[in-house]
Nanobody, 115 residues
Framework: QVQLVESGGGLVQAGGSLRLSCAASGTFFKFDVMGWYRQAPGKQRELVATVTGNVYTNYADSVKGRFTASRENARNTVFLQMNSLRPEDTAVYYC?????????WGQGTQVTVSS
């Protein structure tokens, strides 16, 4: 059974940094795409960043220049380095992975940015 487990969330002041990690278990193949989504209270889940293979990255306009996504393909792990955090970045952040025509989600990790 495939599981994605996130870690690294927490409370930080505006302007601070956090690093999220997501590790997959129960897989015998490498995911095609891994990335991050977030959902703020009362809002729909939205894309934050994705990494295809180990080269191509895609970011939401709201995080470009502040967030960096990266992967360790050998371990099916994805990271999200978040700098210059803003109160509007407050949300539950979910790890996402695509592979073998299936999509997987983590349970989410809370990120709270205080002003």
């Amino acid at each position: 059974q495939v599981q994605l487990v996130e870690s690294g969330g927490g409370l930080v002041q505006a302007g601070g940094s956090l690093r999220l990690s997501c590790a997959a278990s129960g897989t015998f193949f490498k995911f095609d795409v891994m990335g991050w989504y977030r959902q703020a209270p009362g809002k729909q889940r939205e894309l934050v960043a994705t990494v295809t293979g180990n080269v191509y990255t895609n970011y939401a306009d709201s995080v470009k220049g502040r967030f960096t996504a990266s992967r360790e393909n050998a371990r099916n792990t994805v990271f999200l380095q978040m700098n210059s955090l803003r109160p509007e970045d407050t949300a539950v952040y979910y790890c996402n992975a695509l592979g073998r025509s299936r999509e997987y989600w983590g349970q989410g990790t809370q990120v709270t940015v205080s002003s």
